[in-house]
């Protein structure tokens, strides 16, 4: 009987091979591999490897029991196309550069593992090709499917695959064994029927001729009567023929009287029962031709052998019917047939270990001197036989009373094979709809799986589209979307807002709305030519508002193109500008103000040394004369003149930027009054200005020309306010309980106005620097205002009442000394006695204050050498052997630092004093180290008698 155990395995390979070609052409169809021609032509291979692989098992299972002499070249043609095939997947595999798809290679080694299994019938190779197809599948399906469970579906149809061809496999086997079951016992029955007939059959025919011999006639070979007897007991017993054979071997007497006189001397049977021994012999007859058993005995009489009696049953008399019905024959051990069938009778049934002996056993059995001829079967398996024309036979023997004897019939096998290839055929029918069944399910599943995330993906896109559409409708810059021929479809609310035209006033019409008249019919006709060319159109528009005011837009256009490439659409992306434009504006007036501050700072630092050059030469003039002198008063007001001109200083450096607070004595009314002269020339004539001061106002430490400032930005601010006749009003006061706050003390200063007051919304906003809302305004007023006032530790608020006016209120930290208030007043400079011993050393690049601060000194008896730079000085004070008390130096010489000069001067006289000055205000830097050295520092322009004064002090009479 065939093993069908390896083609089994081979038929759940091809449903695997299959299955994965399915499940290649599902992804084909889905379209979800990339390079679909590779994967087409690898499905292609699949599909080829699975037909091979069925025809392969096709043939060992329906064909091989008929057509065994032509399997050999259909394995050969198989095996050559399966190598043909992995060949062309491997090339194929190299060909695209598809180093990364495992499941490629993998399966060009099922395909080599195929070809193996074709020449060596292993079992372990259809396993392996198997466990190999199993990771394929799943490599492929987790890396190309998507939906979920993908694994634990293929896992589930695996196992019921598994489940139903363990059932299958092992259903069939038992189906068919009892089938072959049924048909062995019918055929042991049969053959144990005839084996018991024939063991009947040999104790009668043993007993008969135990009879016959002992008849007296026949013991006394009494050849005249025994004649009769022999044929009466060949008639009673139904044998044959029943012979006496004499001691030579000669039938002397016979039931047929033609075998008398025939030499049986060679007969087995006959040498043993001559010598005594009775027994069996299966033989053909010599004479008769015909098979049978033969009985022989020895005839003895008075213990003397006479010769032998020997009694032939015929097997066709007994048999005949059962032989040719049921094909059972008689057949010796070493495969020679005695008696069967036609087809089988007088051959050996197939070739045998003791075929060698075949000639001894003819001569015996057979009677001949010739080999005899072979059945033609073919042993495939033990007690499986082939016949010539390809059908399979079960040999089933059981052993005859003479144990070289077998008793034997053959039985078609064919009709098991039919009946388990129909079984076979009906499981190959459920794989191949259960395989259906479940790329059906992938299917779908796949399907729903790529089904959800189109919609999935329909919504995200919807979503992200509600986004853009949201992101564009609520965009800050303003959107405009036109079709080909510049008319507009689609505005945004930005558009709306900043334009004054609402969605369905502008739809349909063009951009040309908002034309403001300041571009060229040149700069619209490139806009067009550019967009219109597929490009990008970048510039700035400078557009008209629906009520006429004008802005600007940075704007981008980018034209849209359909499928066909054609414009289809423009989008206008615009942001306004406007304010950016007026910073811009700002910023270039903010610099231009600094390049004006530096000037004046430079301006203001020479003019600090004419001035100081003025007051030196005053004041000598002041101490020559006296006051009857007619022109001393000319002099006094040429000092008032000066002091003026020291604020004018002041306030340039504060323009530059470069003035640090400087807090003095201040009467706030004093500051006023001294200023509202000022202030009354930069006021149209339609508006007036009034003061209410308190009269004993309290005393305050401020900076004069920054407090002017907060004072002319407020009244600047109150006239721009005040569209045409109006008045503006100044007013102080003291406050003992600003804010509850009971330990300080507060002078307020309240400037008033009728103007048209300001704005809720914009009173957040008035502080912050380039906040304004004024045409042409800079934003920076009322910034430097609160400033100021931060710095004077005051505080500032604002009272509007629209349309009724705004009244800024100040308040400063009142400060109190026993004196509160001493009026400057000019007085004769009056010289304490020097030391005429001492030596200054005077360092000035200026030559005329140098000239003046020299000649004041010489007049007051001091001993003194000038220098116009640290070179000379340095060169000046080692001629004099560092034997100088005193060294007025300037800060700023040309060839270096006058701090750094009298730090290299002191290391040389420890004991001599410095007096530092500068017409400039970055001096500050340089404080500490001028404190902490405990050197004097004098602002330029300072008096002569301050520089005597702090002269006196420094150099201590010898």
């Known amino acids: 009987m065939i093993d069908y155990s390896i083609q089994f395995i081979n038929l759940i390979t091809s449903a695997y091979i299959f299955l994965f070609g399915g499940l290649l052409y599902l992804k084909i169809n889905l379209g979800s591999l990339e390079d679909i021609r590779f994967w087409k032509k690898v499905a292609i291979i699949v599909y080829v490897t699975g037909i091979l692989k069925i025809i392969h098992t096709v043939l060992h299972i329906f064909i091989f029991c008929k057509f065994t002499n032509i399997l050999p070249y259909i394995h050969n043609i198989i095996e050559l196309f399966c190598i043909i095939n992995a060949v062309s997947l491997i090339y194929l595999i190299k060909v695209n550069k598809k180093q990364d798809i495992p499941c490629a290679y993998l399966f060009a080694v099922v395909i080599l593992i195929n070809s193996l299994e074709i020449i060596f019938s292993f079992v372990l190779l259809p396993i392996s090709e198997l466990i190999i197809l199993h990771l394929i599948i799943y490599y492929f399906i987790k890396k190309s499917y998507k939906f979920k469970n993908k694994l634990n579906t293929f896992l589930i149809y695996s196992i019921i695959l598994l489940i139903i061809s363990v059932l299958a496999y092992f259903g069939i086997s038992n189906l068919e064994h009892q089938y072959k079951l049924k048909k062995i016992i019918k055929a042991n029955s049969k053959l144990k029927l005839i084996l018991q007939g024939l063991q009947n059959k040999e104790i009668y025919g043993q007993q008969m001729a135990k009879i016959i011999s002992i008849i007296p006639s026949i013991q006394k070979m009494d050849l005249i009567n025994t004649k009769k007897i022999l044929k009466v007991m060949c008639y009673l017993t139904n044998a044959d023929y029943i012979w006496i054979i004499n001691k030579n071997g000669i039938i002397v007497s016979s039931s047929q009287p033609s075998f008398e006189g025939f030499d049986s001397s060679s007969r087995p049977y006959f040498k043993l029962a001559v010598n005594g021994k009775a027994n069996i012999f299966y033989a053909l007859g010599l004479k008769s031709k015909k098979e049978g058993i033969f009985f022989a005995r020895p005839i003895i009489d008075n213990n003397i052998i006479k010769g ?77 036989l082939q016949d010539p024309s390809g059908q399979l036979w079960q040999l089933l023997s059981i052993s005859m009373p003479k144990k070289e004897w077998l008793l034997c019939k053959l039985f078609n096998l064919n009709p098991i094979f039919h009946y388990r290839n129909t079984l076979f055929i009906i499981f190959v029918l459920l794989i191949l709809l259960y395989e259906f069944f479940f790329l059906r399910i992938f299917q779908n599943r796949e399907f729903i799986s790529k089904l959800k995330q189109i919609i999935k993906e329909k919504d995200q896109v919807q979503h992200n589209l509600t986004i853009m559409a949201k992101a564009i409708e609520e965009a800050g810059e303003s959107i405009v979307i036109t079709d080909n021929k510049g008319h507009i479809k689609y505005v945004n609310t930005t558009f709306s807002k900043l334009t004054g035209y609402e969605k369905k006033e502008v739809l349909g019409k063009r951009p040309s709305i908002l034309k403001s008249g300041q571009h060229s019919n040149k700069f619209y006709k490139n806009l067009w030519e550019t967009i219109y060319s597929g490009k990008i159109w970048k510039g700035e528009f400078v557009n008209k508002k629906k009520n006429g005011e004008i802005y600007y837009e940075d704007a981008i256009i980018v034209p849209i193109q359909d499928k066909n490439n054609n414009i289809s659409n423009f989008v206008g992306i615009k942001k306004d500008i406007t304010e950016e434009k007026k910073l811009h504006e700002q910023i270039i007036h903010l610099h231009k103000v600094k390049s004006i501050g530096i000037l004046a700072g430079g301006i203001a630092h020479d003019f600090n040394n004419m001035l100081l050059s003025i007051q030196g030469y005053l004041d000598l003039s002041l101490s020559k004369l006296g006051k009857n002198s007619p022109v001393y008063p000319y002099l006094l007001k040429m000092v008032s003149v000066l002091t003026k001109s020291k604020n004018l200083v002041n306030e340039l450096l504060i323009l530059s930027k470069k003035q640090h607070l400087r807090l003095i004595n201040l009467n706030i009314n004093e500051v006023i009054l001294d200023f509202i002269d000022i202030l009354k020339h930069s006021i149209p004539s339609e508006i007036t200005i009034t003061t209410n001061l308190e009269e004993k106002i309290w005393i305050i430490k401020g900076d004069k020309p920054k407090l002017e400032q907060v004072i002319l930005n407020l009244i600047l601010n109150a006239k721009d306010a005040i569209y045409s006749k109006g008045q503006i009003t100044i007013t102080t006061q003291n406050i003992s309980n600003f804010k509850n706050k009971s330990t300080t003390k507060y002078i307020c200063l309240s400037i008033s106005d009728t103007g048209k007051g300001i704005k809720q919304k914009d009173l957040a906003h008035i502080f912050e620097p380039f906040f304004t809302t004024k045409k042409g305004g800079t934003g920076l007023g009322l910034s430097v205002v609160y400033k100021i006032i931060k710095e004077h530790k005051g505080y500032i608020e604002v009272e509007t009442n629209k349309p009724r006016g705004t009244t800024f209120k100040i308040y400063i930290p009142a400060f109190f000394e026993k004196k509160q208030h001493t009026k400057t007043k000019s007085e004769n400079v009056q010289f304490k006695e020097p030391n005429p011993k001492s030596k200054i050393l005077i360092v000035e690049d200026d030559k005329d204050i140098l000239e003046i601060i020299e000649l004041s000194l010489i007049e007051q008896g001091y001993k003194v050498h000038s220098a116009l730079n640290a070179n000379q000085a340095k060169e000046i004070f080692k001629k004099q052997n560092n034997d100088f008390d005193l060294i007025i130096s300037d800060m700023l010489l040309p060839d270096q630092n006058g701090l750094d000069l009298v730090q290299e001067l002191i290391k040389l006289n420890s004991k001599v004093k410095i007096i530092l000055n500068s017409g400039y205000t970055d001096y500050k830097k340089h404080l500490p180290i001028i404190k902490q050295k405990g050197f004097t520092f004098l602002q330029k322009p300072y008096s002569l008698k301050k520089l005597l004064e702090e002269i006196q002090n420094l150099i201590q009479p010898k």
């Open 308 to 384: 032998v009696l020997v009694l032939k049953f015929d097997f066709k008399t007994m048999f005949k019917s059962l032989v040719e019905q049921e094909q059972i024959f008689f057949m010796h051990k070493s495969g020679a047939i005695l008696f069967g069938p036609k087809n089988l009778d007088k051959t050996f049934l197939y070739s045998h270990k003791h075929f060698l002996s075949s000639k001894l056993i003819n001569a015996q059995i057979f009677g001949l001197n010739r080999y005899l001829p072979s059945a033609g079967y073919k042993q495939i398996k033990k007690d499986v």
